[in-house]
């Protein structure tokens, strides 16, 4: 009954829904990916994005990585480096379409062959289509498998599709389990209340803990931090000396970390607040079952903090601004 209460009081556009279909959204975008020639002429890869937009590739990056043998280099600027040339393929995502940023530097890019990914079929000559009208952050799971099944196609990497396909009926029934009210995201979220968090994590995840962060501090309106392992322990670990009385703690852990990342996780047992760890048979069902939870805990933090979670004020006043002083 408080589920049910905090959502029809705060859960204004539905975002829940969206939250229990996010599989669906792998399967459209395995549906509906157009056909594309795989090419290898290229040397490196570059996706560039803001926001919401860019967390999927700093994702896939982390999976391509252990894939592919070519630079994946993830940018949110608005000037596109100098070394992009005829062996670039340029990946810029942006939901909307009209992300400033963004536009800026394709408008830079004389050279690269550029495959675009969002809603707005103006964004690139190329560019793969995906549902419009969600929130940027709630579009990830489209912009997410679209990405990868880009490079996938264009590099002539089919397992990149089994590997979604396989984890599609994973998604669906973490939906149902962390949809009930006595569930592991529930339950975190009861329990993250009153401080800040940590979200700590193995190299390989630091972009799902990036995504935690930002999802804590859109859904949640709640301030978050991330770090990673082995470089935390270069240098955040000093002030444990204290103790963690202003922080609560959540430890990501992967079955692909190293032996010293574990080592380090090990180590910190004694201040976690939460450990996570699911059995996959893939790294993108370890991605994404963990990317999941973590929106899931966000949003029940949401409402138990009495918030909207659809509500982005001061992002919107902020681009408010920014547009004023442009057209000024």
């Known amino acids: 009954m408080i589920m049910k209460a905090l959502l029809k009081k705060y859960d204004t556009h539905n975002l829940f829904e969206l939250l229990n279909t996010s599989a669906d959204h792998i399967v459209w975008s395995l549906k509906n990916f157009p056909n594309i020639r ?5 040397d490196k890869i ?27 280099i993830v940018l949110s600027q608005d000037t596109l480096p ?36 969002s809603t707005n079929s103006k964004l690139t000559k190329k560019v793969i289509i995906i549902p419009k009208g969600l929130p940027p952050r709630f579009g990830f799971y ?13 590099f002539n990497i089919p397992d990149i599709e089994v590997h979604l396909r396989t ?7 973490r939906e149902k389990e962390f949809s009930k009210k006595h569930s592991l995201p529930w339950e975190m979220a009861t329990q993250l209340q009153n401080k800040p968090i940590l979200i700590y994590a193995p190299s390989i995840l630091k972009g799902v803990a990036y995504r935690w962060k930002t999802q ?32 609560h703690l959540v430890s990501l852990r992967s079955g692909e970390e190293t032996k010293i990342e574990k080592l380090d996780s090990d180590f910190f047992k004694s201040y976690i ?16 079952q963990l990317i999941l939870l973590g929106d899931y805990v966000s949003f029940y933090l949401g409402l138990l903090k009495g918030v909207n979670p659809y509500d982005i004020d001061l992002i919107d006043q902020l681009k408010k601004t920014l547009n ?5």
């Open 46 to 72: 570059v996706i560039m994005g803001m926001g919401g937009s860019a967390i999927s590739g700093i994702i896939a990056k982390s999976f391509l990585e252990k894939i592919l043998s070519i630079p994946i």
């Open 216 to 247: 804590f501090n859109e859904n949640s309106k709640h301030f978050a931090f991330y770090n990673y392992f082995p470089e935390l322990c270069h240098n955040e670990i000093v002030p444990f000396i204290n103790g963690k009385q202003g922080f």
């Open 38 to 42: 795989p090419r290898a002429k290229y």
């Open 142 to 154: 489209y912009l997410f498998s679209n990405l990868l099944l880009l490079v996938g196609r264009i």
């Open 273 to 288: 607040d939460f450990e996570i760890e699911f059995n996959s048979e893939n790294f993108i069902q370890e991605l994404l």
């Open 324 to 328: 004023s002083n442009e057209t000024n």
């Open 167 to 173: 984890t599609v009926e994973l998604l669906r029934e």
């Open 82 to 117: 100098k070394y992009s040339d005829d062996k670039t393929l340029l990946i810029p995502i942006s939901y909307s379409g009209g992300t400033k940023e963004t536009k800026r530097m394709i408008s830079q890019c004389n050279k690269c062959s550029i495959y675009g990914i």
